[in-house]
């Protein structure tokens, strides 16, 4: 069974940083692809930035700038460095995980990030 905790949200002012980890456990490959995905009240979730590794990143345009994300050590460790934050970036931040291989998606929990202005 694969499970990802993320940690690291919380309340914010704008201009501030948070930085969000996630660890995955369990059984996968170590050919994955990593990801933030955040969802706001009402809205559809949407994706913030992937990770293949270290030079291999995608980020939202929204993003672009600001969010920074990174492989950790280990095969199932992903960081989202968030700077600049805005009231637009309050959501809550889930971890992905999918599997090349098995061709399936993993998610987290989520991690609430509220910026206030």
């Known amino acids: 069974q694969v499970q990802l905790v993320e940690s690291g949200g919380g309340l914010v002012q704008a201009g501030g940083s948070l930085r969000l980890s996630c660890v995955a456990s369990?059984?996968?490959?170590?050919?994955?692809?990593m990801g933030w995905y955040r969802q706001a009240p009402g809205k559809q979730r949407e994706l913030v930035a992937g990770?293949?590794?270290?030079?291999?990143?995608n980020y939202a345009d929204f993003v672009k700038g600001r969010f920074t994300i990174s492989r950790g050590n280990g095969k199932g460790t992903v960081y989202l460095e968030m700077n600049n934050l805005k009231p637009e970036d309050t959501a809550v931040y889930y971890c992905?995980?999918?599997?090349?291989?098995?061709?399936?998606?993993?998610w987290g929990q989520g991690t609430q990030v509220t910026v206030s202005s």
């Open positions: 992905n995980l999918y599997d090349v291989p098995e061709v399936r998606h993993y």
């Open positions: 369990g059984g996968f490959s170590s050919a994955n692809v």
């Open positions: 990770i293949i590794s270290g030079e291999r990143t």
